[in-house]
């Protein structure tokens, strides 16, 4: 079965750095890859998701992942933190429209 | 209006006592789902709905049953509630139809079994 591994519970990163969160994940077919966004106190939102179509996607808000088949990788990154980006990221992996597995998350806190 | 709503969005119950969380959405999706979110586990799923007729058992179904009253309306019992299902419960749905089938989550019910 399809399974995701996030690399880092928590990531704190300063306003304006760099943000980069880890997602290695392990598919028996090509899989479809997701980043959802969690607020406090909120559901799940989607960020961006990869459908084997261009390698490289850009979700909302600023971020962007890079699907590397050969590193079974689609890690997040953005260019410049802000105070606002302060949630629990997840990353879920698909294997053609069957269940969705989502890896433990990583809380990313965002310093002034 | 939210798309996928829960009811209630916060619950305090004893140990043994039945509760259902309710979920209804109004995206017009064929598939809903239902999760628990541990800290430090991410979601499990709990069990899942392909249409009125079709639900099948997830990674972690044991205490929970789940009824699929209408296409919009999707339920999860639990029967007897005991201390470790004290969880954040997701429902979610999604478009069978749609290349990749994202995920839409409603916003949580907060279960507290004492």
């Known amino acids: 079965a399809q399974s995701v591994t996030q690399l880092g519970s928590h990531v704190s990163v300063s306003e304006g750095a760099l943000v980069l969160l880890r997602c290695n994940y392990s598919?028996?077919?090509?899989?479809?890859l997701f980043w959802y966004v969690q607020y406090p106190n909120q559901g799940l939102q989607l960020l961006l998701k990869?459908?084997?179509?261009?390698?490289l996607v850009k979700g909302i808000n600023g971020f962007e992942a890079e699907f590397k088949k050969s590193e079974t990788s689609f890690h997040l990154t953005k260019p410049s933190a802000h105070m606002s980006d302060a949630a629990e990221y997840f990353c879920?992996?698909?294997?053609?429209?069957?269940?969705?597995?989502f890896g433990a998350g990583t809380r990313l806190t965002v310093k002034p | 209006d939210a798309d996928v709503t829960q009811t209630p969005r916060n619950r305090i119950t004893k140990t043994g006592k039945r509760i259902m969380l309710e979920c209804s959405q109004t995206?017009?999706?064929?598939?809903m789902y239902w999760y628990r979110q541990d800290p430090g586990l991410g979601l499990q799923l709990i069990y899942y709905?392909?249409?009125?007729?079709?639900?099948n058992k997830g990674e972690i179904s044991d205490g929970y049953s789940v009824s699929r009253q209408a296409q919009a309306k999707f339920s999860l019992s639990l029967e007897s509630a005991i201390p470790n299902q004290t969880a954040l419960y997701f429902c979610?749905?999604?478009?069978?139809?749609?290349?990749?089938?994202?995920?839409?989550f409603g916003p949580g019910t907060r279960l507290l079994v004492l």
């Open positions: 979610a749905t999604s478009d069978s139809s749609t290349k990749g089938e994202t995920q839409y």
């Open positions: 598919s028996s077919v090509p899989p479809y």
């Open positions: 990869y459908t084997s179509a261009a390698t």
């Open positions: 879920a992996v698909s294997e053609r429209n069957n269940d969705m597995r």
């Open positions: 995206k017009g999706h064929d598939r």
């Open positions: 709905s392909f249409d009125v007729k079709d639900i």
